[in-house]
């Protein structure tokens, strides 16, 4: 077992969220316990999948094996240098262009350091999921801490630790591995210059998994496993057009680019400047030129007056297939330790969910595509957001899914079992088997058809 706690919710939102996941789990099997299977979910979302998978660029001339041996040869570099044995890494059985590094832990033999360093929740979370600890990330470390100095390094997941601490409680803080300075006490937090860069390289990690960090950003895109099926339920076909609704940071939309040969139309919209800077960004390290970027905001993308050659907004039917991968309350991250989230606002994500794929349903053309995902495993955003697009919108029904990797969806008042067999729910611990499909984040899809009629 992991000594990494389970994920912290508000009591509020644990209520809801427990209750609501009950209630489903008592419709389809009243004799289960509701209970223990709750609180084996809360459990794998405070830890970290335990594979990579990185989605290869198939647009790089470079063959599957060639493709292959890089990674192996980078990720072995990066293993040698920090004494590790070097992971199983192979290509995903059924997921086309995903290579799958297996990770290792928890250690939980580990010799803790008399030196301790502080690291903010995010931080943290990155280096269960094999990053190294950058300088901006540290919160606090011992008077004295020179470079080379061996620390153990412990995540503040309560955020009480003040910038600058040399003193923490050690119970309220979790232990996430240990690793060596390269940067000094002094230069942290008594230099006029700011510090950038690794603060800490992570050793001996609770987790070993390898570091991402500029590994080969032309060849490799890292992605968890969900959101690359996403790209393959998609389906997109070379001279379609194409909208990705809420684009950012742009891993689906160079998928989609990618699959699409960059032959045809991809439109990527989303609310702000910064964001679409991000997309560009991840389209520029493929060479990806052919993508349509523009900030706008996908709930005012559909008017009758738009023209069909010009940016937002766009006259109804114009779309061959579109992707809504909205926002959501991504309460199925992980690692997650601790997410303060109100109600209040876990409830606002449906009302938003359904305003952006009201504009969906309008810009696909009869005979379309729609899919619909998110990284969160409420009922409200997943199911029950199906079973309302199936009542409204008597156009639409429900496709089935190739690759199917996830379980089916969760039972639900007034959704079929054949229904809910076309849906795909990936649910940490919901299944005893440990493989690159079954131990992901939480993630749902559903795969819509429009009629021609």
């Known amino acids: 077992m992991s000594s990494l706690p389970p994920l912290v919710l508000t009591p509020e939102v644990n209520n809801h969220l427990k209750c609501s996941l009950l209630q489903s789990w008592q419709l389809s099997s009243p004799q289960e316990d509701g209970s223990a299977k709750y609180d084996k979910l809360v459990r794998k979302l405070g830890t970290p999948p335990l594979f990579t998978t990185l989605r290869t660029n198939p647009m790089a001339g470079r063959t599957h094996k060639d493709l292959l041996d890089v990674v192996k040869a980078e990720i072995a570099k990066n293993y040698n240098e920090k004494g590790w044995?070097?992971?199983?890494?192979?290509?995903?059985?059924?997921?086309?262009?995903?290579?799958?590094?297996?990770?290792?832990?928890?250690?939980?033999?580990?010799?803790?350091?008399?030196?301790?360093?502080?690291?903010?929740?995010?931080?943290?979370?990155?280096?269960?999921?094999?990053?190294?600890?950058?300088?901006?990330?540290?919160?606090?470390?011992?008077?004295?801490?020179?470079?080379?100095?061996?620390?153990?390094?412990?995540?503040?997941?309560?955020?009480?630790?003040?910038?600058?601490?040399?003193?923490?409680?050690?119970?309220?803080?979790?232990?996430?591995?240990?690793?060596?300075?390269?940067?000094?006490?002094?230069?942290?937090?008594?230099?006029?210059?700011?510090?950038?860069?690794?603060?800490?390289?992570?050793?001996?990690?609770?987790?070993?998994?390898?570091?991402?960090?500029?590994?080969?950003?032309?060849?490799?895109?890292?992605?968890?496993?969900?959101s690359v099926v996403v790209g393959q339920t998609l389906d997109p076909k070379q001279g379609e057009t194409i909208l990705d609704m809420c684009a950012s940071p742009g891993g689906k939309t160079v998928h989609i680019a990618s699959l699409m040969a960059e032959k045809g139309r991809l439109v990527a919209l989303d609310k702000s400047q910064a964001k679409i800077d991000k997309i560009k960004k991840n389209a520029e390290n493929w060479n990806l030129n052919f993508i349509e970027t523009y900030p706008f905001d996908a709930r005012r993308s559909c008017t009758d007056s738009a023209d069909l050659c010009g940016g937002p907004p766009y006259p109804p039917g114009m779309f061959d297939r579109i992707l809504l991968d909205g926002p959501c309350s991504a309460l199925g991250q992980r690692p997650s330790s601790n997410n303060q989230m109100s109600l209040k606002s876990l409830k606002s994500y449906p009302c938003l969910q359904r305003q952006l794929f009201q504009q969906a349903v309008k810009l696909l053309r009869p005979g379309g595509t729609l899919v619909y995902s998110t990284c969160t495993i409420t009922m409200e955003e997943n199911e029950e957001l199906v079973l309302w697009a199936l009542q409204t919108f008597s156009?639409?029904?429900?496709?089935?899914?190739?690759?199917?990797?996830?379980?089916k969806g969760r039972a639900c008042a007034g959704l079929s079992g054949e229904d809910r067999d076309k849906l795909q729910l990936f649910l940490p611990g919901c299944d005893d088997q440990i493989s690159p499909g079954t131990d992901t984040i939480g993630f749902f899809i559903a795969k819509f058809l429009k009629s021609s009629s």
């Open 395 to 407: 156009c639409l029904s429900l496709a089935t899914m190739e690759p199917h990797l996830g379980n």
């Open 85 to 226: 044995q070097e992971p199983c890494i192979y290509y995903h059985s059924v997921v086309k262009n995903l290579i799958v590094v297996d990770g290792r832990g928890p250690d939980l033999d580990l010799q803790k350091h008399d030196k301790q360093v502080v690291v903010d929740l995010a931080c943290g979370m990155a280096v269960l999921r094999g990053a190294d600890v950058f300088a901006q990330g540290i919160m606090g470390c011992p008077l004295g801490m020179s470079e080379e100095d061996a620390v153990s390094v412990y995540c503040d997941v309560n955020h009480t630790c003040l910038k600058g601490a040399t003193k923490f409680q050690e119970g309220s803080m979790v232990f996430v591995g240990n690793g060596t300075a390269r940067v000094s006490r002094e230069k942290l937090f008594c230099s006029k210059e700011s510090v950038s860069g690794v603060g800490i390289s992570m050793t001996q990690p609770l987790f070993e998994a390898p570091c991402l960090t500029d590994l080969c950003s032309d060849l490799i895109f890292p992605q968890n496993l969900p």
